[in-house]
């Protein structure tokens, strides 16, 4: 990937981070997504006074884009407002399966990024091949 396609990624990453609605943990998540065919798509976590309505910024920009009529994705940039690199949680990770399987995952906060593959952190996976 192009190291400026990754910056493009991580700043508008931390844009929909600016858009969190996370009033009770206080932890902001931004996300973007990147298309097989060039299109992006931004997400950040809503959270709710019934704290299990709450949905991560990753599955927001997924669900986003697969509305919109995208199923093929390259990489998602996710952007915290935390100090430490902080990974997708395990139901993201299984939904970012169901469309890429050599999706790439960049990290990043204010001090640092670190790029993965969805294979490095989601070994051995459930997905329609099991089926
Ligand atoms: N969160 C995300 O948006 N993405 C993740 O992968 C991990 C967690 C959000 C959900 C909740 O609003 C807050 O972070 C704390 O769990």
Do not use: H, W
């Not at 599955?59 to 995208?70: L, N, P, Q, T, Y």
């Not at 995952?105 to 993965?116: A, F, Q, T, V």
Request: proline content about 3%.
């Amino acid at each position: 990937m192009k190291t400026s396609k990754i910056e493009e990624l991580i700043s508008l990453a931390k844009k929909a981070c600016s858009n969190a609605y996370a009033p009770y943990s206080k932890f902001n998540v931004g996300a973007a997504l990147l298309t097989k065919n060039g299109k992006i798509f931004t997400g950040s976590n809503i959270e709710n006074a019934s704290y299990g309505a709450t949905v991560c910024a990753e599955r927001v920009a997924i669900f986003k884009a697969v509305s919109e009529g995208e199923r093929e994705f390259e990489s998602i940039a996710i952007y915290t407002n935390a100090d430490k690199l902080s990974f997708p949680c395990g139901i993201c990770r299984q939904v970012m399966i169901e469309f890429s399987k050599d999706l790439i995952i960049i990290l990043s906060n204010e001090k640092e990024k670190k790029i993965y593959t969805l294979k490095e952190i989601l070994p051995y996976p459930f997905t329609n091949e099991d089926l």
